[in-house]
């Protein structure tokens, strides 16, 4: 009671001082505000972002799990927005979760013995390769030794040390191998809970993408929400035509790549597949690197069709040959033209920057971040003016 006499004596009438109570808080219950330096917040910022990076960097599951969730909601949109037209949007991304899964679950229990089964058995026929390849290379290097084509004088000891250089490395690629074999258990329930993961922010973002939408466009001022709307709408478009398109490209050159294989009688042929289209994520260098092996496989086994390794080897070429045409002009061109609208010289340079940036990621983000640099290139473009100065 004596308290509350002596407040209302230090206010006229009696009365609190308008706009804040007794406890320091606004009278309307909002928070107190906590007064801080530009200087101060500034600092507060960069330490919160130093602490995020250095989250992501010792947990690099975090991120990567993020990121393909994301990736998978932009490709999920595609038959969600199909399906919307005829059924509610939760009943279509359902049903799309559903067959996802049946996919994956198709995949795990069919394709993937194949492929161990096949990956054991070339393993164990590997020495019949180096044998193989050790042949060959002997073979090169008389060609060139009679045409005096090698450098130095002695070609046994040029070929000798040639052969010990390439044991070494197939040594070390064996350990390795094995060594990652060993973990292979682990790696698998890792691998299970990260794509687990990447699964469950996809369907999330699915379920609240309205929810974010509005959020980001409540964060922006009223006077700017159109230009956020078109950039957020940009993004969608260009991310999803072009993720959505790659997924569809990848496939259709394993498939195409295990057909051809199958049908020249080549070994190993669903394996050789899958590699394709791990190796067609990476732009131009992708379709030779997935010939690699196969050509290498025709050469040392031949086929059971055709008998003769070269013959066998030059339609295996061939095939690759008329594979890599048919994606690169009439696939991607159709199909993922719309998402980028850039110059191919420009995606080569993007490669080649995102290989010595970062490595095999640097090259499989480059075509990504190319698009996402074009949308915010075309976004700038027609908005950016110079500020026009005063008149004296």
């Not at 799990?65 to 949109?77: D, R, T, Y």
Request: glycine letters at 8%; hydrophobic letters at 55%; proline letters at 6%.
């Amino acid at each position: 009671m004596k308290i509350d006499r002596w407040a209302r004596s230090r206010t006229p009438g009696g009365q609190e001082p308008r706009g804040e109570s007794l406890s320091g808080r606004p009278a309307d219950g909002r928070p107190t505000p906590i007064f801080v330096s530009s200087r101060l917040l500034i600092i507060i910022a960069a330490v919160g972002l130093g602490l995020l990076a250095l989250l992501l960097y010792a947990a690099p599951t975090v991120p990567a799990v993020g990121l393909g969730g994301i990736a998978l909601a932009i490709v999920l949109s595609f038959p969600v927005r199909a399906l919307s037209h005829f059924m509610p949007r939760g009943l279509a991304i359902l049903v799309t979760v559903l067959a996802l899964i049946g996919l994956i679950s198709l995949a795990l229990f069919i394709l993937v013995p194949l492929v161990i089964q096949q990956l054991s058995t070339l393993v164990r026929t590997t020495p019949q390769i180096a044998n193989s390849a050790n042949q060959l290379l002997i073979d090169v290097i008389q060609a060139l030794d009679e045409r005096q084509l090698l450098p130095g004088s002695d070609p046994e000891e040029f070929g000798r040390a040639l052969v010990t250089d390439l044991f070494d490395r197939a040594q070390n690629l064996t350990e390795n191998l094995l060594r990652g074999l060993l973990g292979f258990i682990p790696r698998a329930f890792g691998f299970g809970i990260a794509l687990f993961g990447v699964l469950f922010v996809a369907v999330y973002l699915l379920v609240d993408a309205r929810k974010i939408k509005a959020a980001y466009l409540k964060s922006v001022p009223v006077h700017y929400r159109r230009d956020a709307r078109d950039l957020w709408n940009a993004f969608g478009q260009s991310l999803s035509r072009y993720l959505g398109g790659l997924v569809f490209v990848v496939v259709i050159q394993g498939v195409l790549a295990f057909v051809a294989l199958y049908l020249i009688g080549v070994r190993y042929a669903i394996l050789l597949g899958v590699w394709v289209s791990l190796t067609a994520i990476i732009p131009y260098l992708g379709a030779f690197l997935g010939a690699i092996p196969a050509v290498i496989v025709a050469l040392v086994f031949g086929s059971s069709n055709f008998g003769s390794p070269t013959t066998t080897a030059i339609l295996t070429i061939v095939a690759y040959v008329l594979i890599q045409q048919l994606e690169g002009n009439f696939l991607t061109p159709r199909i993922q033209g719309q998402a980028l609208h850039v110059h191919p010289i420009l995606v080569l340079l993007a490669v080649i920057a995102g290989g010595e940036l970062a490595g095999l990621a640097g090259v499989v983000f480059a075509v990504p971040a190319l698009a996402v640099l074009r949308v915010f290139f075309d976004f700038l473009r027609v908005r950016l003016r110079k500020r026009p100065e005063p008149e004296p």
